[in-house]
């Protein structure tokens, strides 16, 4: 849902008031009332996305904080809401890890973030955990799992019209066809993808 453009502004002055707190006292910092909402924590979950390939280090600690928002209590509708937040958080957590090499934190938090999926099973937030979970799965070599997490990914995010991250998954697909020589496959998967994602130039 897009925000009216004077509350998005106050929710991106919250977050930049957030962080410019002292790196070591964010996560309490985070803790307090003024920073108790969930829009804030769906701005550092987007900003966490931005910053996932180019530095994980900035991208874990943006979703480190996002969780910390979330994971309180929340009534009625919202809790569902926190949920989400908190799933995507942890699979950010767990990339990031990946990232930087530390495999058995990245399974720590992709299993966080399972147990925050409590939404219903074609839910966005459930595409988004198995694209970050199949590149883990990938680097394990567990190129079965990876494939599949990768064609759950892209049904959910087809459903949804999430035309960009559809692509990226079958953009991925194609290469995993293309290691095991699948190259009828892989040449008909990067076709789609491009075709997607040209479709958001």
């Known amino acids: 849902m897009t925000q009216h453009p004077i509350l998005q502004a ?12 002292d790196r070591h006292r964010r996560e309490e910092a985070a803790r307090q009332e003024r920073f108790r909402d969930l829009v804030l924590a769906e701005l550092l979950v987007a900003e966490s996305c931005r910053f996932e390939e180019a530095c ?12 910390v928002i979330a994971d309180q209590a929340y ?17 950010l957590q767990g990339n990031a890890r990946r990232l930087a090499g530390d495999r058995h934190g990245a399974e720590q938090r ?21 694209q970050r979970l199949a590149c883990l799965r990938e680097e394990q070599g567990n190129l079965a799992e990876a494939t599949a997490l990768l064609w759950r990914a892209v049904g959910i995010f087809g459903e ?19 290691n095991e020589n699948k190259v009828e496959t892989a040449t008909r998967l990067f076709a789609q993808a ?3 994602l040209t479709c958001k130039l």
């Open 10 to 21: 106050g929710v991106r002055q919250l977050m930049n008031e957030l962080l410019a707190v």
């Open 56 to 67: 994980p280090e900035k991208a874990e600690e943006l979703a480190g904080l996002a969780r």
């Open 75 to 91: 009534p009625g509708l919202l809790a569902g809401r926190a949920d989400r937040v908190l799933a995507r958080s942890y699979a």
């Open 110 to 130: 992709f299993r966080e973030a399972a147990l925050a999926l409590t939404c219903p099973p074609n839910a966005v937030e459930r595409a988004f955990y198995c």
């Open 160 to 178: 949804a019209r999430a035309i960009e991250a559809q692509g990226a998954c079958l953009w991925r697909l194609a290469f995993l066809f293309m």
């Open 194 to 196: 491009l075709g997607l």
